[in-house]
């Protein structure tokens, strides 16, 4: 028993046990009548193995020299020769310790069982013989006894003794309403102390009227009742101590001379030991077996209340019903599932609480069949309707053979709700392909438009490998190394869990493909472990091919434009060129003319000036335009810029007048200048600004028929910090149509050339090159035959 305290209470147990162990021995040998040589009661024995039983087994070769020793002591106390003494404490020893190691192999260190008792009872009784033919041998050779009657009185005295002593040790104390039936609110067990003292007084009383002064011989069952009402009511341990108690209480009166075995004869003290063995054997065990079915109920209550529990807060409804489908109980859940409260359900038959009329028939046939599982839908309190799974099972009571049904179960109609749902969203989406596959790549959801798009009708079971180009998924494959067939197509959503969108080729079975648009996405469960993928994919095969043929149609437009650009640098370079390599020859010719006009080679004939005049004013005209072409080609190859410098508008405008007064000669036009007192300051360039004023004023002489008058007004605009200079003619004007590219290069309107009015159609495309140098703007309003108004507009500086 070293559990109950540490080394030093053990040893201190042991210390103990042993002295008890030398007092027993001394005791026993001191009461038996003188005229025997052997002990009658020889309680050592008991308390040899209750020694061995309660103290640790390691402890065991220190135990049995200790209590050789006591038995030793005990008998050379009892005036017994030294090797009389040896001998009959080597037997009794042996005894101790055969009997000690077959209880503790049998029984243990605490005995709980009939069956237990039972060994307890002959390894007791074999330890006893063991012991008797050791103390009889000894007694015959050295204490002149008689071999036989010693072997049935020692038999007979160690024997109870063991059985009286060792229970004490083994049978189990714990009070079992306080263990089990208190805490959890059970039967109780619990007897009243005033029923033990009660007890005990009747079992005193009793035993002195059998055992004392003036018993009567037939009396000696009467303790009997009593030790059995203790067996019944208090248990295993107060039976063992009340054994003991009337044990040395019978002893003693029988010493005393009283009781039935109060006889000298040995065979009487035998008697008496058996009648304590027999009070042990009936006390004992029914003391076990009262307190194993006291356990064995409270394990059944407790069992009970256990599924009860289990039952009420169960989130599944569950239902028990008699042989007949009448409901005998309902857990909360059905309350909570159909709106029931267990009173309106109790009593009657589970159908008509819970289906509809119309189903009440089948329900009882069903339920008359014992069908056990199934689905079907069941009535509310409210009168709605919810779709469950039921499964009924039959639960037979042992005892009385009674049949109830257990009715379990759950309520699917929001699952089923969603399913629809599912179905129908699957359904209807006919121009998106949505596809659901394991983790190993084949589908197991396919919707109407992924069967449409693939062409199949089937496509559940499939791989969905099977639908891709092999081709694209190997390159692909390659990009991941490693990754090759469907890992793939999830490489990346498998990694990161993030959803993928690029563009794949399907491969329906009639082999024509389709190039889609494919959403990729993991498919997890509740516990985020992956169990799938979902691809959502639109077919994009026009998109696609469109996109296509505009990114060619682009290629090529950039191509061509290219082509013009060069072909429009080449034609300026060789514009330039020419128009410089015109200059010089040019020049040549009319100064060449001019001598022969001048007659300084010769008088010329009146024809032959006419002619001379038409060749100098014809390679003057030819001078103008390839000066104008390569004061164009000069802009426009963005070589020449003008040098802007601030000047005076007005003084622009002066010299322009000036520079046309030849052209006025043999005309008749009123010329109007209309000019602001201050200065009009700008920054420009005098040449090209004079130059474009200059083309205007011309242009504005030559289209302007005798009689007609040109204004030149300059406007400023202080607050914009902007001025402006219009050239009026009351002209022939610009026909409407031809307004808009008067400002393109060799344009000439139809009126004009109709009219064989001369020109390049430079002159205009010049202005504008130079007012956009100069950060202006030009417009022009006309009316045919009305007049033209050219105004161009200029920061001012
Ligand atoms: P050109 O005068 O050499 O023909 P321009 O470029 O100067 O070339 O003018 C282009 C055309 O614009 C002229 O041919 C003519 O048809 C028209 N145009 C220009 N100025 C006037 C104007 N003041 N009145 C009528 N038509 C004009």
Not at 280 to 301: N, S, Y
Request: contains cysteine; negative net charge; glycine residues 8%.
């Amino acid at each position: 028993m070293g559990r109950t305290g540490g080394p030093r209470a053990t040893a201190f147990l042991a210390a103990l046990l042993l002295c008890a162990s030398t007092a027993a021995g001394v005791l026993g040998i001191a009461i038996t009548d003188s005229d025997h040589p052997t002990a009658a009661w020889w309680p050592a024995a008991g308390i040899g193995v209750l020694t061995l039983l309660l103290l640790p087994r390691s402890w065991w070769p220190g135990l049995l020299a200790g209590l050789f020793g006591t038995y030793v002591l005990a008998n050379l106390i009892g005036d017994r020769p030294l090797d009389a003494a040896v001998l009959l404490a080597m037997a009794d020893t042996a005894e101790t310790a055969v009997v000690s190691w077959a209880v503790l192999n049998r029984v243990g260190r605490r005995m709980e069982t009939v069956g237990e008792f039972g060994w307890l009872l002959g390894i007791s009784f074999g330890g006893a013989v063991l012991a008797a033919l050791g103390v009889a041998a000894t007694s015959a050779q050295l204490l002149g006894g008689e071999f036989s009657d010693t072997v049935a009185a020692t038999t007979a005295a160690h024997w109870a003794a063991v059985m009286l002593i060792v229970p004490l040790g083994l049978v189990p104390r714990e009070r079992l309403r306080e263990r089990l039936g208190e805490r959890l609110g059970g039967p109780d067990h619990r007897p009243s102390p005033w029923l033990l003292v009660l007890q005990l007084a009747l079992l005193l009383t009793a035993t002195v009227l059998a055992f004392g002064p003036g018993h009567h011989p037939t009396l000696g069952f009467a303790p009997l009742p009593f030790l059995i009402w203790a067996g019944v009511a208090f248990g295993p341990f107060v039976v063992a101590v009340e054994q003991l108690a009337l044990a040395v209480l019978v002893t003693a009166l029988t010493l005393g001379g009283w009781g039935p075995f109060a006889d000298s004869e040995q065979a009487a003290n035998q008697v008496a030991q058996l009648y304590l063995l027999s009070l042990v054997i009936a006390g004992t065990p029914l003391a076990l077996a009262v307190r194993q079915q006291r356990r064995a109920t409270v394990a059944v209550w407790a069992e009970k209340k256990r599924t009860e529990a289990i039952i009420e807060s169960s989130s599944m409804p569950i239902l028990v019903t008699d042989e007949d489908g009448v409901m005998l109980s309902a857990n909360p859940a059905v309350t909570e599932l159909t709106g029931f409260r267990p009173a309106d359900l109790i009593g009657r038959p589970f159908w008509e609480r819970l289906m509809p009329a119309g189903e009440w028939e089948l329900a009882q046939e069903r339920f008359a069949e014992a069908r056990v599982r199934g689905r079907g839908v069941i009535r509310t309190a409210a009168g709605g309707e919810r779709i469950v799974t039921y499964s009924q099972s039959e639960l037979i009571d042992p005892v009385d053979g009674t049949v109830h049904y257990v009715l379990t179960a759950a309520d699917i109609t929001a699952e089923r709700a969603s399913t629809h749902f599912l179905q129908h969203l699957l359904r209807s989406a006919t121009t998106v392909a949505i596809l659901g596959t394991d983790e190993q790549g084949v589908i197991t959801l396919v919707n109407a438009g992924a069967e449409r798009m693939l062409r199949i009708d089937q496509a559940t079971g499939r791989d969905f490998l099977d639908f891709l180009d092999p081709d694209e998924v190997a390159r692909r494959g390659a990009e991941y190394e490693a990754e090759e067939g469907f890992g793939t197509l999830v490489h990346d959503v498998a990694a990161d869990g993030v959803p993928q969108t690029r563009d794949w080729t399907w491969v329906p079975p009639d082999g024509v493909p389709l190039r889609v648009s494919m959403t990729t996405s993991l498919v997890a469960d509740a516990r985020q472990r992956p169990i799938g993928y979902l691809f959502v994919a639109r077919d994009v095969t026009d998109t696609r091919r469109n996109q296509e043929l505009l990114h060619q149609a682009l290629e090529r437009e950039r191509a061509a434009v290219g082509h013009l650009q060069a072909l429009d640098h080449a034609k300026d370079d060789f514009v330039s060129t020419v128009s410089h390599e015109l200059r010089t020859p040019l020049t040549s010719i009319i100064g060449s003319i001019e001598l022969l006009g001048d007659g300084l080679l010769g008088e010329l004939g009146p024809d032959q000036k006419h002619l001379i005049d038409v060749i100098e004013r014809n390679a003057e005209r030819l001078l103008a335009l390839a000066n104008d072409l390569l004061l164009l080609s000069a802009y426009e190859g963005a070589g020449a810029q003008p040098l802007l410098v601030p000047l005076d508008l007005r003084t622009v405008v002066t010299a322009s007048e000036a520079s046309i007064v030849p052209l006025l000669n043999h005309r008749d036009l009123e010329m109007q200048v209309d000019l602001p007192d201050d200065p009009v300051p700008v920054l420009g360039d005098v040449d090209y600004l004079e130059r474009a004023v200059t083309n205007l004023l011309t242009n504005a002489v030559k289209f302007t028929q005798d009689g007609g008058s040109v204004t030149t007004t300059v406007l400023t605009d202080p607050a914009n910090r902007r001025c402006s200079l219009s050239v009026a003619d009351s002209g022939i004007g610009i026909p409407e149509e031809d307004l808009a590219s008067v400002f393109q290069r060799f344009f000439r309107s139809r009126n004009v050339r109709a009219d064989a009015i001369q020109g390049t159609g430079l002159g205009l495309s010049i202005v504008r090159s130079v007012v956009e140098a100069h950060h202006g703007s030009i417009e022009v309003h006309s009316q045919p035959g009305a007049g033209t108004t050219f105004t161009i507009h200029l920061p001012m500086a």
